[in-house]
């Protein structure tokens, strides 16, 4: 079974400066993709980057990059120059067998304060 | 970009009555739709997987007699809540499963049941 550990409930940061969110998992697929899901507080869940396991050159979406070390089965979030429109809880999953179905973490709520 | 919406946003129900929830991919096929639960301040729980044309795939624990779940287009998938009752006041969000799109999420329905 595959598992997403996040374990900061709760991150702040000040505009303009970098943040990392952490995110580990656990899986024994030899091929597996990661993703990060933006949820502000409206509800919707708002796709931000996908990491592919066998991807050599770590994801880059704008001002949101996937830190993606293997070995250490740990896919962490970095946003640069965040905003204040960044505030939000930021979930991290991982496709599970097959690649059937997302299993997501618990979660980590993002402050931005001015 | 695929685009997916959920109908009704909110939906207010008295108890024992059922309430149904539309899912719909405005842009594209999706042969495979997902449906979420989110309590507050939790993570989204997988309830089912939604498959065109066959019968959904419910994960442990969940009862399919009283969320039924129908696909009966490329593009439609609906989640029933039958005889509803208070614990069953939830986010429900559902997502479509779209080949390198990251699984794009509907905006989600808030239920409450009185």
Known sequence: AQKITQTQPGMFVQEKEAVTLDCTYDTS????????YKQPSSGE?????????????????????????????????????SQLGDS????CAIFGTGFQKLVFGTGTRLLVSP | ?????????????????SVKIECRSLDFQATTMFWY???PKQSLMLMATSNEGSKATYEQ???KDKFLINHASLTL??????????EDSSFYICSA???????????GTRLTVT
């Not at chain 2, 499963?97 to 905006?107: A, E, I, Y």
């Open chain 1, 29 to 36: 697929d030899q091929s597996y993709g990661l993703f990060w």
């Open chain 1, 45 to 81: 869940m708002i796709f931000l980057i996908y990491q592919g396991s066998y991807d050599e050159q770590n994801a880059t979406e704008g001002r949101y990059s996937l830190n993606f070390q293997k070995a250490r089965k740990s896919a962490n979030l970095v946003i640069s120059a």
């Open chain 1, 88 to 91: 939000a809880m930021y979930f």
């Open chain 2, 1 to 17: 970009g695929a685009v997916v919406s959920q109908h009704p946003s909110w939906v207010i129900c008295k108890s024992g009555t």
């Open chain 2, 37 to 39: 639960r989110q309590f």
């Open chain 2, 61 to 63: 624990g969940v009862e």
């Open chain 2, 77 to 86: 998938s609906t989640l029933t809540v039958t005889s509803a009752h208070p």
């Open chain 2, 97 to 107: 499963r779209d080949v390198g799109q990251g699984d794009p999420f509907g905006p």
